[in-house]
């Protein structure tokens, strides 16, 4: 059983093992149709593709964030109706170093499926080595088994973490790039700033300069530089890029922190919640 990261070579030891299937999550905040494109011009043999926005979340709605988790159920049927059972050895893969690819692997971690890993460095890796790629859709496969089987303590909702916050029981670490996090700069989100208390871990930070995940002492001592013996809980800007740092600490032998889902982009429909600027 592969669990987090399976590295370009190990894929291809697995192309046409049946009990392996692999997702390309491509995706992108500008353009939601750049990831469908790009698989149709080309993908690892035998993917399939998932869409950040229709399968690996549910709609927005009042109060939530820009990409709130899916429905349990549903997220159930896109398995299963892509093959997946308890068995299923899942890789899933993108081209922005794991960004997408991350939530996949904390969607299926959350619900109770630990086989699965993340492509280290994504298609460009997958391309450096020298695997091939390919335009045909892959067959539909039998349906798969997979259910459901909740981690709640993986998880914090808004209400609680706001609790947890007033009396200093967790350490709420920022996904997003620095100046977002200061609130400098805002591209996506209506309103600037981050949430007080929080400390600033940009994701960014867990790559090397191929776009991979750097060595798993590398990314222990990175993510030790935040604990601070209280419980750890990741967000960013909609809950996406925040799994990333989820799955770095993992790989880095730290104990799963939790997730807070909504993020920043739910944090800020509420006007009572507090905003903080700058470094504070």
Not at 31 to 57: K, M, T, V
Not at 84 to 97: E, F, H, K, W
Request: include cysteine; hydrophobic fraction near 40%; aromatic fraction near 6%.
């Amino acid at each position: 059983m592969l669990q987090n990261l399976i590295t370009a070579a190990e894929l291809s030891n697995r192309l046409g093992d049946s009990q392996t299937i692999i997702f390309d999550v491509r995706f992108s905040l500008s353009d939601i149709q750049y990831g469908s494109r790009q698989y149709a011009l080309g993908h690892i043999p035998g993917a399939h593709y998932l869409h950040l926005d229709h399968d690996l979340s549910r709609p927005i709605a009042a109060g939530t964030g820009r990409h709130p988790l899916p429905l349990v159920a549903a997220f159930v049927e896109c398995m299963q109706r892509h093959g997946v059972s308890a068995g299923t050895q899942v890789v899933a893969y993108d081209d922005a170093s794991g960004m997408f690819a991350a939530r996949l692997w904390w969607l299926l971690k959350w619900l109770g499926h630990d086989r699965v890993a993340v492509l280290d460095g994504g298609l460009p890796a997958w391309t450096r080595s020298g695997g091939a790629v390919e335009t045909t859709t892959p067959a539909e496969p039998l349906r798969g088994s997979f259910q459901a089987h909740v981690r709640s303590d993986m998880l914090l909702e808004v209400e609680a973490l706001q609790s947890a916050l007033a009396q200093g029981q967790v350490l709420l670490c920022d996904a997003r790039a620095p100046e977002r996090y200061r609130g400098e700069v805002e591209p996506i989100d209506k309103v600037a700033g981050h949430v007080p208390g929080a400390v600033n871990l940009p994701f960014s930070r867990n790559l090397d300069a191929q776009g991979c995940f750097k060595s798993a002492a590398e990314l222990s001592q990175l993510h030790a530089q935040v604990d601070d013996a209280r419980p750890i809980v990741h967000m960013c800007g909609s809950g996406v890029t925040a799994c990333h740092n989820v799955l770095a600490a993992t790989v880095g032998g730290h104990p799963l922190p939790r997730l807070y889902a909504g993020s920043w982009s739910e944090w800020i429909t509420d006007p009572s919640r507090p905003i903080a600027r700058g470094d504070d």
